[in-house]
């Protein structure tokens, strides 16, 4: 069976490391100078397991539904990590407005999903963007630029050229968990692999690591979701 992947080489990259991506796809990261028999002979070596990853069932665990999760008109948002109840106002205009609910115009209602999304967008740059310039003083790092961008199938991603990226689904997350996702990609910055160094970076910034880490491999899904 043919294995399509993808390679992504990096200067700052010394060895490589293949991962597979929540929508299924192989991406190899490798090196600059790393010749593409070398990697394909690495991508056949690890044949076997890549197939396992591609077939297991899920990348998450099955969320359970949030307990004590309010509705109206059938569907609630999640935002910070809560749950907060949508209200369709019957009057009004403008935009989204959050005071421990939200609350939705209602010639906004049929395009209540763009509305979100452009609501979840704003917040994300406003409170996402300036943990990153924190948490890069922190670590005494410094990045080209970092935005907010719709990235399905990563958390947050950073370049060869010291660029970040963060998916504006995080900011439907906790405020923990967007600080790991931040703290991880500066990481980068110091050690491009995930070695030992590397997760040393992170628990020094992040005592809890694991805490941030084990709740978005189980609610990952909640955040994909369109509410």
Wanted: include cysteine; charged fraction near 30%; hydrophobic fraction near 40%.
């Amino acid at each position: 069976m043919d294995l399509e992947y993808t390679i992504v080489r990096s200067p700052r990259r010394r060895k490589l490391t293949i991962t597979v991506e929540r929508d299924r796809s192989v991406v190899v990261h490798a090196p600059a100078a790393t010749a593409d028999e070398k990697i394909h002979r690495l991508v056949e070596s690890k044949r076997q397991w890549i197939f396992e990853k591609i077939r297991h069932a899920q990348k998450y665990d099955a969320p359970p539904p949030p307990p004590g999760k309010e509705l109206v008109n059938g569907e609630s948002a999640l935002y910070l990590g809560r749950s907060y109840r949508i209200e369709i106002s019957p009057t009004g205009s403008g935009g989204i407005e959050f005071v421990q609910k939200f609350r939705v115009p209602a010639d906004l209602a049929d395009r209540r999903l763009e509305a979100f999304r452009s609501w979840y967008i704003a917040r994300a740059e406003e409170k996402i963007l300036p943990r990153v310039r924190h948490h890069a003083r922190q670590l005494g790092v410094e990045f080209s630029e970092a935005r907010i961008v719709d990235n399905r199938y990563r958390w947050g991603s950073c370049t060869a050229k010291n660029n970040l990226t963060f998916n504006w689904r995080l900011i439907k997350a906790p405020m923990s968990v967007i600080d790991y996702v931040v703290v991880h990609e500066l990481a980068h910055l110091i050690e491009p692999n995930h070695t030992p160094q590397f997760w040393n970076i992170i628990k020094a910034q992040i005592a809890n690591m694991d805490k941030p880490k084990q709740w978005l491999k189980e609610h990952g899904q909640l955040l994909e979701q369109s509410l």
